[in-house]
């Protein structure tokens, strides 16, 4: 039964939710003045996601408290995680998320240590770069190509040396051809792989093939 309830939970709910969105009129009737059946049921995944989030939390303060409590290796940035997330916490509930010293935090100390890591990890990243794009084929002299354009459209040397005024628009105007056409393409063709296996996997839990979620091979 432990493994029988969830599977037929998940088939109940996930049929009532296709027959929600496939065929709206019907089935998306009125609860109240303004207030329809879908409609609600987001709001009750939205208030569930919150819910877990809370648990999130609760668990990351139970960790990090553990390390501080037996002073396991680098406890002071659990000191520090717990203190940034305890006066989030407090400002977001007293203030809006626009206020200054809500976002403080975030643009004072998050920001500049975002774009140090970057600045950083630049040099690396170019190094690798250089190692992975050598021309030893077509594919790989596209690519390294496709990669210095798109690296000169994005830099202000590139407009110096060919710039958007420029025949073709310069560096900036193929990096947004790259960007628009065949990379748009690529990634359309990704995500609609991406989405025939969410449905294969989707098919397969519902028709009960797929049960490693319940702890079954």
């Excluded at 040397?157 to 420029?166: L, T």
């Excluded at 628009?169 to 792989?193: C, D, E, M, S, Y």
Aim: hydrophobic share 55%; proline share 4%; aromatic share 14%.
């Amino acid at each position: 039964m432990r493994k029988e309830i969830p599977f037929a939970l998940s088939l109940i709910f996930a049929a009532f939710r296709f027959c929600l969105e496939a065929f709206e009129g019907p089935y998306n009737y009125a609860l109240a003045s303004g207030d329809k059946l879908l409609n609600a049921m987001s709001w009750a995944m939205t208030f569930m996601s919150c819910g877990a989030l809370f648990l999130g939390a609760l668990n990351l303060i139970r960790i990090h408290s553990n390390n501080i409590r037996r002073k396991r290796p680098y406890w002071q940035f659990s000191v520090y995680l717990l203190a940034i997330l305890v006066y989030q916490s407090i400002m977001g509930l007293a203030t809006h998320h626009t206020a200054p010293v809500y976002a403080w935090p975030y643009n004072a100390i998050y920001l500049p240590l975002d774009a140090t890591m970057f600045s950083l990890l630049a040099f690396y990243i170019a190094s690798a770069a250089y190692r992975a794009f050598r021309v030893r084929n077509v594919d790989a002299a596209v690519m390294l190509t496709s990669a210095f354009i798109l690296m000169l459209g994005n830099v202000p040397i590139g407009e110096v040396i060919w710039g958007p005024d420029k025949f073709l628009g310069g560096f900036a105007g193929i990096k947004n051809w790259i960007l628009r056409v065949p990379n748009a393409a690529g990634n359309r063709a990704i995500t609609l792989g991406i989405f025939l296996g969410i449905m294969a996997t989707q098919s397969r839990i519902l028709l009960g093939i797929e049960r490693r979620h319940l702890g079954q091979e």
